[in-house]
């Protein structure tokens, strides 16, 4: 049976989900980074910087949903010698982050492409880690996205999961609902010009697997000692499992 979340889409239409998250983000890459860094007021740096602490040595690494190429850029600076592949369903994401990935002089140890997390164009155990940093929510199926990331790591490879999550706390709720729900949404609408993206983004993060049903998610995946470590109020989550 489908996941809630995965019956919410960007734009409503009669398309397959995936198919329009790619047109989503291709719309918003522009904007993506800018609105990133504002809605969360920097903090979400916080956070693929202590999910890419927990990480070890890592050698060869594979960044789902890469986006813009920001976890798959933090990975190579603070990893030695790590090579990463990142990819992601929208070319204008790509192009974007290509372009990171060039001025910062790591086009030799992070390479781009379009791929996606359902199909993934990579043998069976090819990396010794595999991310994917605020994109589970947007898997069309994410069972089959947590058993194909399972399929390409190695035997003792590890997952690592961020994504955003709705804080337990009830005092805290509140303030968190009318910050996703009326200003991002505001927001997100002047910036990117694109009306429904970031309402979908909170509607989206109300209903993705959260916790240990999360957690429970993975195990069913073939992971095992799946763990969650809530950041920032609960606002974000990070997620381990070992393959």
Do not use: H
């Not at 719309?27 to 969360?40: E, V």
């Not at 890592?58 to 603070?78: F, H, N, Q």
């Not at 390409?152 to 303030?175: D, H, K, M, T, W």
């Amino acid at each position: 049976m489908a996941n809630k979340v995965e019956e919410i889409t960007p734009y409503g239409s009669a398309e397959p989900k995936g198919r329009q998250v790619e047109q989503m983000f291709d719309s918003i890459a522009p904007a993506y980074d800018f609105m990133n860094r504002a809605m969360t007021l920097g903090i979400d740096r916080c956070w693929r910087a202590k999910a890419v602490g927990m990480l070890g040595s890592p050698e060869r690494i594979l960044d789902v949903a890469t986006g813009t190429g920001d976890l798959a850029l933090l990975l190579a600076r603070r990893i030695p010698g790590c090579r990463v592949v990142g990819v992601d369903l929208s070319e204008g994401m790509i192009a974007v982050g290509r372009k990171k990935v060039d001025a910062a002089g790591l086009a030799d140890r992070i390479t781009l492409q379009a791929a996606d997390c359902l199909d993934l164009p990579f043998p069976d155990g090819e990396f010794d880690c595999v991310t994917v940093a605020y994109g589970v929510r947007n898997f069309a199926d994410i069972p089959a996205g947590l058993r194909e990331m399972r399929r390409v790591l190695r035997p003792g490879g590890r997952l690592c999961i961020i994504e955003l999550s709705v804080p337990a706390n009830p005092l805290v709720r509140p303030f968190y609902n009318l910050y996703t729900r009326t200003l991002i949404p505001a927001v997100g609408r002047l910036v990117s010009r694109d009306t429904r993206a970031y309402s979908y983004l909170p509607e989206s993060i109300a209903a993705v697997p959260q916790g240990a049903e999360m957690c429970s998610l993975m195990t069913a995946a073939g992971f095992s000692g799946a763990t969650f470590r809530p950041l920032t109020l609960g606002v974000c989550t990070i997620y381990l499992a070992t393959a």
